[in-house]
């Protein structure tokens, strides 16, 4: 309803110049084309002395004039003090969660027609602290593989983790096989346990935005391992698995995690099931996380992970659903021609 509105709005302004006599001369004129549209972005919540700009430009002749608009609704640029247009960009002062947050989208329109950019969804980042309890230790038994839980703190957007033993910065390393720290859940798995590895384990947690990142930690996580001179050997056995059913979209990046315990430490392998798997996989396809870059309709099918050792096998399988972004051309015609209306999504 809020989109078709603001088509009707673009219609009626189009409308309102023509029977003004400001008509597009043939040859002569030309109709908005955007150079610049905006993007989505987060903000850091509690930062209320920056600013956000969101940029939309359109090359035109004559010279395009801009209206924004949020959640539907017209931005009261001049009215408003902490709004500006800055050429045709949208720059907001002090921006707040309450007020701000929401879908943008730019008009640029001259006498030619007018078209509307993408929606830019503005939204605000937030990491609070771990809670102060204590966490309940740990105890594992050498050969054997464990996991400690990050449970990570309320936060937005998506965060990326690491652990640390005993004292900062001393971060663990996954390069030998052993360790694998999941960037979805923030856990910290081992595939298998060795005396040495007893100690106070913090989870370590990180958000990115544009204009600054915050970390945090939690409490100590103590794990126990417990020797064992006899300990046995052991098959694979998969405890991350990826979804059965990933959907993304082209162009995109997407990842799939898989890891196992065992002893001896499984190594990891990635397939296609229905073809070959892409060579844009790289090294990720020896490894725990499968990492497919620049998604298109060919990479689209069935995938399987399989760890491996001297005692066996594990498998798990899912499928990657590549779906496409939305563009719509819309023209609504007006008295002296057509309006053009460019509707990005």
Not at 13 to 18: R, S
Not at 57 to 69: F, L
Not at 131 to 143: F, I, K, L, N, V
């Amino acid at each position: 309803m809020g989109r078709l509105l603001w088509l009707i709005s673009l219609t009626s302004l189009a409308l309102n110049l023509a029977l003004a006599g400001d008509v597009c001369v043939s040859g002569h004129d030309s109709g908005p084309v955007f150079e610049e549209q905006p993007t989505g972005l987060v903000y850091p919540e509690g930062l209320s002395e920056g600013k956000v700009t969101l940029s939309c430009q359109a090359r035109a002749s004559p010279a395009a004039t801009y209206r924004w608009r949020v959640n539907g609704t017209e931005v009261q640029v001049g009215m408003d003090p902490r709004y500006a247009l800055v050429a045709g960009n949208l720059v907001i002062s002090g921006p707040q969660p309450g007020r701000d947050a929401g879908s943008y989208q730019c008009l640029a329109i001259n006498r030619c027609g007018a078209i509307v950019s993408r929606a830019a969804n503005l939204k605000f980042g937030y990491l609070h602290d771990f809670p102060p309890d204590a966490r309940s230790p740990q105890t594992a038994y050498e050969g054997v593989g464990t996991f400690l839980a990050c449970q990570p703190p309320t936060h937005y957007p998506a965060l990326s983790y690491r652990w640390y033993l005993n004292e900062f910065p001393n971060f663990i390393k996954p390069e030998d096989g052993r360790w694998f720290v999941s960037q979805l859940t923030g856990n910290l798995y081992l595939a298998r346990a060795e005396p040495n590895d007893t100690g106070n384990y913090f989870c370590f947690t990180t958000i990115h935005m544009e204009i600054s990142t915050k970390s945090t930690f939690s409490k100590a996580n103590q794990l126990t391992v417990l020797p064992d001179a006899n300990a046995r050997k052991s098959a694979p056995s998969i405890k991350v698995r990826f979804p059965a059913e990933t959907y993304a979209l082209t162009g995109r990046t997407t990842q799939l995690e898989c890891f196992a315990y065992g002893n001896p430490v499984p190594k990891l392998r990635w397939r296609k099931v229905e073809g070959l798997l892409p060579a844009k996989a790289g090294k990720s396809a020896q490894g725990p996380t499968l990492t497919l870059p620049d998604l298109s309709f060919d990479d689209e099918g069935l995938y399987e992970c399989e760890a491996y050792n001297s005692e066996g096998s594990d498998t798990y399988q899912g499928r990657i659903n590549v779906q496409a972004s939305l563009m719509r051309l819309v023209k609504q015609p007006f008295r002296t021609g057509w309006l053009h209306a460019q509707v990005h999504y």
